[in-house]
């Protein structure tokens, strides 16, 4: 049976609904939790885009990846990353709160961000 849990992140700090979400995702709420179980879920996550931010993060927080070249590292702030992609910055914020294990991928497919 699946189950879809819907949940709206208007004027909500990206950071507390990441948590929710990523313990949502891995079924931390159930009373036959096991860690190496997926539950049988779907977490739909409504306005991204009105998402708030604590602080000055959309100055100061900076993502940063990796080329795989010497000096190919490349880095945007969040207020960029808002502007050119806002489901990016959700889906970053709750993978990374996933453990880091083969089943992150399988539980970020239950992820669906409108």
């Given amino acids: 049976m699946l189950q879809e849990i819907k949940i709206d992140a208007k004027n909500k700090i990206l950071g507390r609904v990441a948590t929710q979400i990523a313990s949502l995702l891995r079924g931390k709420d159930l009373v036959d939790f096991v860690p190496y179980k997926i ?27 990796y080329t795989g070249y010497p000096g190919g590292i ?34 970020m497919k239950n992820l669906i961000i409108s």
Avoid at 44 to 58: A, R, Y
Avoid at 92 to 103: G, Y
């Fill in 74 to 107: 490349k880095q945007e702030k969040l207020a960029d990353l808002m502007k050119r992609d806002y489901k990016e910055v959700m889906k970053k914020a709750v993978n990374r709160m996933l453990p880091n294990n083969k089943l992150r991928k399988e539980m």
């Fill in 39 to 65: 539950p049988d879920r779907k977490i739909i996550i409504e306005n991204t885009d009105k998402i708030k931010f604590s602080g000055q993060k959309t100055e100061q927080k900076i993502y940063y990846r």
